[in-house]
T-cell receptor, first 113, second 111 residues
Framework: AQKVTQAQTEISVVEKEDVTLDCVYETRDTTYYLFWYKQPPSGELVFLIRRNSFDEQNEISGRYSWNFQKSTSSFNFTITASQVVDSAVYFCALSLRSEKLVFGKGTKLTVNP | DAGITQSPRHKVTETGTPVTLRCHQTENHRYMYWYRQDPGHGLRLIHYSYGVKDTDKGEVSDGYSVSRSKTEDFLLTLESATSSQTSVYFC??????????FGQGTRLTVV
């Protein structure tokens, strides 16, 4: 069975701090996909990134970066120089080959001015 | 933004009544899903569809049924609503091996 663990339930930082959101996944399959979604206070779910299991290259998009390590089954998300607008619940998710995203329980990030 | 619409967006219903939530897409995506979101649980899969009339259960399917008679529509039915089904329901769509796009959500309250 597949499982995603986001051990950090809530994180609070001050603006401009860097913050890392942890994600650990479990699967026996060798082909899988990992995702991060953002849910701002308005409630919609916004797709951030997708990674397949054969691509361990780290990704950077502006202030966002993702570190995928198969050796530790982790797919961590770092926000550099956090801003108040980054305040949201962030979900990590896993799927096998296609369909059926399995989500972690989410990490609520609060960025204080 | 992906063309995906959920209706209604908000609903209050009484215990024991049937409720149907609708998800409509204009993207011609093969896969459609219904999730529920509850505090402390994240998003949990209720049912999903991999084609017209092809559906399967997710991890929290008890008390729910679905139907997909057209590619663009995926209906979620609560046959007899209970208070434990008070939740926010999200529909999502995807293609093979791609990210899922989510609707705006439906807030359902069962009183």
């Amino acid at each position: 069975a597949q499982k995603v663990t986001q051990a950090q339930t809530e994180i609070s930082v001050v603006e401009k701090e860097d913050v890392t959101l942890d994600c650990v996944y479990e699967t026996r399959d060798t082909t899988y996909y990992l995702f991060w979604y953002k849910q701002p206070p308005s409630g919609e779910l916004v797709f951030l990134i997708r990674r397949n299991s054969f691509d361990e290259q780290n990704e950077i998009s502006g202030r966002y970066s993702w570190n995928f390590q198969k050796s530790t089954s982790s797919f961590n998300f770092t926000i550099t120089a956090s801003q108040v607008v980054d305040s949201a619940v962030y979900f990590c998710a896993l799927s096998l080959r296609s369909e059926k995203l399995v989500f972690g329980k989410g990490t609520k990030l609060t960025v204080n001015p | 933004d992906a063309g995906i619409t959920q209706s209604p967006r908000h609903k209050v219903t009484e215990t024991g009544t049937p409720v149907t939530l609708r998800c409509h897409q204009t993207e011609n995506h093969r896969y459609m899903y219904w999730y529920r979101q509850d505090p402390g649980h994240g998003l949990r899969l209720i049912h999903y569809s991999y084609g017209v009339k092809d559906t399967d259960k997710g991890e929290v399917s008890d008390g729910y049924s679905v139907s997909r008679s057209k590619t663009e529509d995926f209906l979620l039915t609560l046959e007899s609503a209970t208070s434990s089904q008070t939740s926010v329901y999200f529909c999502a769509i995807s293609q093979m091996n791609t990210e899922a796009f989510f609707g705006q959500g439906t807030r359902l309250t069962v009183v």
